[in-house]
């Protein structure tokens, strides 16, 4: 009979079948994209070296004994080993949703293996539960700014998040953040292409500025026609109009620009019966 190793009061090390395992579960899994080929290698060549982290399913009709809380690269890496268990910390002390979550969070910060798109699962994941025991940036030691940067990254299409997920490659997220604030100077810009060619010239921020701006200097992309309205005083339901100076060429305007501006105007002719 195997006699797990005592850490603490409620932490120890055992042998976990993985058939206990609800591993269909992945609620304190916060990976972007999860790869374990290298994994597999090493545990092949050397066995599991760091323990996984389970606790007592919170669900006891789910016909499964435990719930990971940390390893799912570790779990996946084995049972595509076709292993029969997992080396894993048993934590009967973690019954409260909040606790397992900072456990995982915690775990994996001291591992160092989120990448900045994982973070940011992890903070939207953290506002989305509706936790208030803990404040998750604090948590994982980020300002407000670097906060609302990562959840940027949630903003920008899945093969860029999957991207910044890449290990060994120059792209990172303040190349997506800039390029997501050049997306706006430039609408035709095209994300996949720019990771490209950052991860091939491994290419600096300036540098992508500079590029960019290059690309799309003198391009025939304009700005569309602005309204004739201020934010700042119309009130069209009050009959307050306040107008900011507009210049345009009638000829140049597309379809969309002229219908807007008619009913702009026509607003305005309402208004004055």
């Keep these: 009979m195997e006699v797990p190793t005592v850490l603490a009061d409620d932490l120890v090390v055992k042998q976990v079948p993985l058939s206990e395992i609800d591993l269909g579960d992945v609620t304190y899994r916060f990976r972007a994209v999860v790869r374990v080929a290298d994994l597999v290698k090493s545990i092949r060549e050397s066995g599991q070296q760091i323990p996984a982290v389970v606790r007592p399913h919170p ?98 299409p899945a093969e860029v998040q999957t991207a910044i997920a890449e290990e060994g490659t120059t792209f990172k997220a303040t190349h997506a953040l800039t390029l997501k604030k050049l997306k706006g100077k430039y609408p035709k810009l095209h994300y996949i292409e720019w990771v490209s060619h950052i991860n091939n010239e491994n290419l600096s921020i300036p540098q992508v500025i500079r590029h960019v701006n290059e690309a799309f200097r003198g391009s025939s992309e304009k700005k569309q026609l602005p309204s004739i309205f201020r934010n700042d005083g119309t009130d069209l339901s009050a009959g307050d109009v306040r107008l900011r100076p507009v210049k345009f060429n009638v000829g140049e305007l597309s379809d969309a620009e002229k219908k807007a501006l008619k009913q702009e105007l026509e607003g305005v002719l309402t208004l004055l019966g």
């Excluded at 894993?88 to 973690?94: E, F, K, T, W």
Aim: glycine share 4%.
């Design 59 to 156: 669900a006891p009709g789910s016909g499964f004994k435990w719930q990971l809380i940390s390893g799912f690269r570790r779990a996946t890496a084995l049972t595509e080993l076709k292993a029969d268990s997992i080396a894993a910390y048993v934590r009967r002390d973690l019954t409260d949703d909040q606790d397992a979550f900072r456990a995982s969070v915690l775990e994996n910060m001291a591992r160092k293996t989120y990448s900045d798109i994982d973070r940011a699962y992890v903070i939207k994941r953290y506002q989305d539960s509706g936790y208030k025991s803990f404040e998750v940036a604090e948590l994982m030691n980020l300002t407000k700014r670097q906060k609302n940067n990562l959840l940027t990254l949630l903003e920008l």
